[in-house]
């Protein structure tokens, strides 16, 4: 097999069927994947900063709603992680006017979160252990993994074949 590829090869019955399947890694694909997930990840962590200062601006009425929207913000956005987060309470006159309150003017409490966040590292190195596998299987258990590859990549002629077929260009009278 190539240096592009390693490989594990293994036996299974599956369905009163004897199989060989094959476990591939494509060093070129788990490459081109690494990066495309490094773009994603800029990107993501772009949206996740602005969705996180939107978050840090929003007053909530009590300590269980702000960590409800702080759970909520952290399903959003699995690739990141709260590096550091803290509940504020925050008074503020009810009224909404500015400057000092006078001695007997009541204040609301509102909660706030603040923090900062960070790329999940573990998420991430999970991300990367999968990319690049693929599986094939065959039930000629004759068959090398060498072989199955080259077939599996040749594929592709057929299919050009059936896009051809299915294209306006091709019409039968």
Known sequence: MSERYSFYQTF??????????????????????EQTLRTK?????????????KLNG???????????AAEKWIKEFP?????????????????????KPSKYEELKTYYRIDGSIKVNDAFVL??????GFFILASNDISLSPEDMLKYYKGQDNVEKGFRFLKSDTFSIS
């Open 41 to 53: 990840l800029d990107k993501e962590v772009e949206k996740a900063d602005k969705a996180f200062k």
């Open 126 to 131: 999970k991300e990367i252990e999968k990319m």
């Open 79 to 99: 690739s990141i992680v709260f590096e550091k987060v803290d509940l504020k309470a925050i008074k503020k006159r009810e009224s909404g006017k500015r400057g």
């Open 12 to 33: 299974v019955e599956y369905g009163g069927i004897k199989q060989k399947w094959v476990l591939l890694l494509s060093h070129k694909m788990k490459e081109k994947k």
């Open 58 to 68: 929003e007053d909530f009425f009590c300590e269980e709603d702000a960590l409800k």
